[in-house]
């Protein structure tokens, strides 16, 4: 997130462009599944219409905690709930709207939460989902197999589970109609440190590689941005909305 947050170009903050697209209207229910730390959420208060209301869930207890914390409202809006979204415990036709933010790649079973999705939405309700595309952040897996072509930042590649490119066909043979909104931006970095920070925050094997060549792997980086000035990294992510 620290590095999204340092050097995207586009104007508009992934969170808030997300925000942007759920086009909230006045009475409506929301559900987040896998709401993590509620970032979405944050500084849009003023912003949604009266009689909203939205319940943020995980099936992490920790994780929906540090959402109450991070959004910090008392007005009853919000609500917070811990459940695995595998089985919505939410009676048939209950919101205008459902949302999960870069989580139906991690799932084992999306078909069945995406029929759990459809139980849950209204008649003519819409399901927002986000995910990441095949060339996203592609020059950072470059660098790093550059530098030791064993190393693999992720043990799986998410895009290939659940991506731009995939996506559709799979929310198909639930939904009826599923439009993709892609996010347009890069990354323009100049400093090492931010972009080794998010290699070493990667769910891959790259510790075995790094950790005893931390230094060497710096240095290594470093003279890659010296050479180009700004490293360009792509981005790749968008949302589908599904009715």
């Known amino acids: 997130i620290g590095l999204h947050q340092k050097y995207s170009q ?3 903050p992934w969170f808030d462009w997300i925000f942007q697209q759920i086009h ?7 559900l987040e599944l896998g709401c993590g730390t509620g970032e979405l959420w944050k500084g849009h208060g003023k912003e949604i219409p009266e009689g909203v209301k939205i319940i943020l869930s995980d099936q992490s207890k920790g994780m929906v905690e540090d959402a109450k914390k991070n959004i910090n409202d ?33 799932l084992p079973d999306r078909q069945k939460v995406f029929r759990e999705v459809h139980r849950v939405l209204k008649p003519g309700g819409c399901f927002i989902c986000s995910t990441y595309g095949s ?5 950072i897996t470059q660098l790093v197999k550059e530098f030791d072509k064993r190393i693999i930042l992720s043990a799986n590649t998410l895009y290939d589970v659940f991506g731009l490119e995939n996506g559709e066909k799979q929310l198909r043979q639930v939904f009826t109609e599923v439009e993709e909104i892609d996010y347009q931006d890069e990354l323009l970095v100049d400093q090492p440190e931010p972009l080794i920070s998010y290699i070493l925050s990667c769910h891959g094997n790259q510790h075995e590689y790094l950790n005893h060549r931390y230094l ?6 470093r003279k890659k941005i ?3 000035k700004i490293m360009r990294i792509t981005k790749s992510a968008g949302i589908f909305i599904c009715k």
Do not use: R
Request: charged share 30%; net charge negative; hydrophobic share 35%.
């Open 24 to 30: 909230l209207q006045k009475g409506e229910k929301v």
């Open 216 to 221: 060497e792997f710096k240095e290594f980086v």
């Open 135 to 139: 060339q996203h952040m592609q020059e």
């Open 226 to 228: 010296a050479t180009e």
């Open 74 to 106: 008392d007005s009853g809006m919000f609500s917070y709930e811990t459940f695995d979204c595998n089985v919505i415990p939410k009676e048939n036709h209950k919101f205008d709207k459902v949302i999960a933010n870069h989580v139906l790649f991690y």
């Open 10 to 12: 586009n104007p508009v």
